[in-house]
């Protein structure tokens, strides 16, 4: 198999490994200061400095040890139950991040900052080449820093935090990270292993990760298992810095393969992906007068994937990409600190084999300038401003097979107001009021597709015509205490004008685009993509408090609800969007001592009622969670080892995610128990 030689890579590594302290802290002497940094900075959130909570609206994030404990397949996965974040869960090889019931297009995914350059939004059966079980933490950006990211993350930004390019001198010459699970419904098994080191003005950075995975079990069905959701997963990456003064430039190197199947009752279909991605990063200090900080990064990647049918390739996609980002933070202006930046995109995609029927080659350019400033207004007040304009060019082929150059010029900008009006009185009390107008330049899929797409089982069609989205959107933030009750809430609506969507007609049709009746077993739905104005609109919040104390730890308690409603706002016609994430709240019980967390909880999933037009009814489950990790020291401390078991769907419920295209042949997995080490040294 391809992936032995992988295999012969990490059992080389791991036996001389010395592997690195997580970011919040070791429980041995060799602890580094720049890992504490790490852990009060959000780097992704702004072009600045900050705090997770110093933004008008807060950074949602997962450190290390929140990502192994709700690992999963995808990043999608792995955010699934956080309030506001769903995912696509198509096949476990293929699950985006949906935030607040806005797909693909609306929620941009990136790698340390840079898209992740894949063909994930084209449809949900396609991957993103990032699998959380290397990366440091996750990051969820929303508010005005988010336009550095353009109209695609109107809903938000999921941002996959690694050190690949190393951001910061070794402490030491060699530190790490080694864990391993195994679990039961898909009998998992998971190898990864982290370094990081340097010596002198140079930093290097080792990771690679292997997942395995069978067809998973399901409740209650004969066959017990889902055919198509098995995952077969291997990365490595190689990366250095070199540090001179207040200056860095540095280079990593990744490849990514995932082979994965597809639920489809009478093939054996899956996906063989991969890819090569080749990034740079460099900053230069006080460069100039007035100039703080010069940084500069960019990434290239070459992605292709193959779909094959019973053992032949049937379709092929490739897609070859760079993106890159000049920034300038500059000194106080008026009171304002803040950055400049300039960002540019190339992306060639082709589709091979039935694909090309579906989009033919496309072209998009991308050039934007941006910034980002900030500054107090009073001791209590800060304010947030955000400005984006944009030109992208898409080049591809309508319907009738001619060629067309489409030319948009997206405007964004955004405002933020945070607010501390107690300080750390009354329990520190905070309030963030954000609102912004966001364009986004419609894909080359709503412009350009012509043809079926077996992965739905839709012929689709894109309007050439369709003109720039544009959304508006207000958000207020609330979080402080009340006694031993921590509480954050998030109150949110966007309007959309000409929001692009793919509408079923109720049609089917062969594969052709020629009509046929329901009863056919090569019928597919007729889907047009169509821009109507929208609204949505929702509410989340999140609870926490120490209950008592006992048996030398502390009892606690968490709670959480999440709703988000969509509906259309003209064009007659049925007014609920398709798709939208059902209501959800849970609460769990926690357990904490120094070496001992234990969680017991649920997170409900109500039915989904407010339907579109041809969508079908969604049924209620509610899934029983819990995990345990136990800490142990070895060699005096100086190897912490995280023993941990974590169970999902401990009722074996049957379950079906709303969002997901195929929700109504899959279902969602059963019981699961899952085994985990972690040892770093």
Wanted: contains cysteine.
């Amino acid at each position: 198999m391809r992936s032995i030689s992988l295999w012969c890579l990490l059992l080389l590594a791991l036996a001389p490994a010395s592997v690195r302290g997580e970011e919040t802290g070791h429980a041995h002497e060799h602890e580094h200061e720049q890992h504490e940094e790490t852990e009060k900075i959000t780097v992704t959130a702004s072009p600045l400095p900050h705090g997770a909570d110093e933004l008008a609206i807060p950074v949602d994030r997962l450190d290390r040890g929140e990502v192994l404990r709700e690992l999963g397949s995808t990043l999608g996965e792995t955010l699934r139950e956080r309030p506001g974040i769903a995912t696509s869960s198509f096949a476990p090889g293929a699950s985006r991040p949906v935030i607040r019931g806005q797909d693909a297009f609306r929620t941009e995914v990136t790698e340390n900052g840079l898209t992740t350059q894949d063909v994930s939004r084209l449809s949900p059966d396609h991957g993103v080449p990032v699998n959380p079980i290397t990366v440091e933490r996750i990051e969820v950006v929303r508010g005005p820093a988010a336009l550095r990211y353009g109209g695609g993350a109107v809903a938000g930004v999921v941002n996959a935090i690694t050190n690949r390019v190393p951001s910061r001198r070794a402490g030491e010459f060699a530190t790490g990270e080694v864990f391993g699970a195994v679990g039961y419904a898909a009998d998992d098994r998971d190898v990864a292993f982290v370094l990081d080191g340097g010596h002198g003005p140079v930093a290097w950075h080792l990771d690679a990760m292997l997942r395995e995975t069978d067809d998973y079990e399901i409740p209650g069905a004969d066959p017990e298992e889902q055919p198509g959701t098995f995952t077969d997963t291997q990365a490595f990456s190689a990366g250095a810095t070199a540090f001179h003064g207040e200056g860095r430039f540095g280079f990593a190197y990744s490849r990514f393969e995932n082979e994965y199947g597809l639920p489809e009752a009478d093939e054996d279909v899956r996906i063989d992906m991969d890819t090569n991605r080749y990034r740079f990063e460099g900053e230069l200090g006080k460069p100039l007068p007035g100039v703080r900080l010069v940084r500069v990064q960019g990434v290239y990647s070459d992605y292709d994937h193959s779909e094959l049918a019973d053992g032949d390739v049937g379709q092929t996609f490739d897609n070859d990409q760079f993106d890159g980002r000049l920034e300038l933070l500059h000194d106080p202006w008026l009171g304002f600190v803040g950055a400049v930046g300039l960002q540019g995109g190339h992306r060639d995609f082709e589709a091979g084999g039935e694909a090309a029927e579906f989009l033919a080659p496309t072209e998009t350019r991308t050039v934007a300038v941006y910034l980002f400033e900030e500054r107090p207004l009073a001791e209590w007040v800060d304010l947030e401003l955000g400005l984006r304009v944009e030109s992208t060019q898409v080049d591809g082929e309508s319907r009738g097979g001619s060629g067309r150059e489409r030319n948009f010029v997206p405007v964004s900008g955004a405002v933020g107001l945070r607010f501390e009006p107690f300080g750390e009185r009354f329990g520190g009390w905070t309030f963030g009021l954000t609102g912004a107008v966001s364009q986004r330049a419609p894909s080359d899929v709503e412009l350009f597709a012509a043809g079926p797409h077996e992965a739905t089982g839709t012929f689709e069609l894109g309007e050439a015509d369709l003109d720039e989205e544009t959304s508006y959107k207000g958000e207020l933030r609330i979080a402080g205490g009340i006694g031993p009750v921590a509480v954050e809430t998030a109150t949110f609506v966007t309007r959309y004008d000409d929001y692009v969507f793919a509408e079923l007609t109720g049609n089917t049709v062969d594969e052709d685009g020629a009509p046929v009746p329901v009863s056919d077993p090569e019928a597919l739905d007729e889907l047009f993509y169509r821009s109507r104005d929208a609204l949505f609109y929702g509410f989340e919040l999140q609870a926490e408090a120490d209950v008592f104390e006992a048996f030398g730890g502390t009892f606690g308690l968490k709670g959480q609800f999440d709703v988000v409603r969509a509906r259309f706002r003209s064009g007659g016609g049925d007014r609920d969007l398709p798709r939208i994430t059902p209501i959800r709240w849970g609460g769990s019980l926690l357990y904490e001592m120094d070496r001992v967390r234990a969680e017991l909880g649920f997170l409900r999933t109500e039915a989904q009622n407010d339907l579109a037009e041809f969508e079908s009814r969604t049924d209620d489950f509610t899934l029983l969670n819990a995990s345990l990790t136990f800490r142990v020291a070895l060699l005096d401390e100086r190897v912490p080892v995280d023993l941990t078991v974590v169970g999902r769907n401990l009722t074996n419920t049957r379950a079906r995610n709303h969002i997901s295209f195929n929700k109504d042949e899959v279902l969602l997995p059963g019981r699961n128990v899952r085994f985990g080490v972690r040892a770093r040294f």
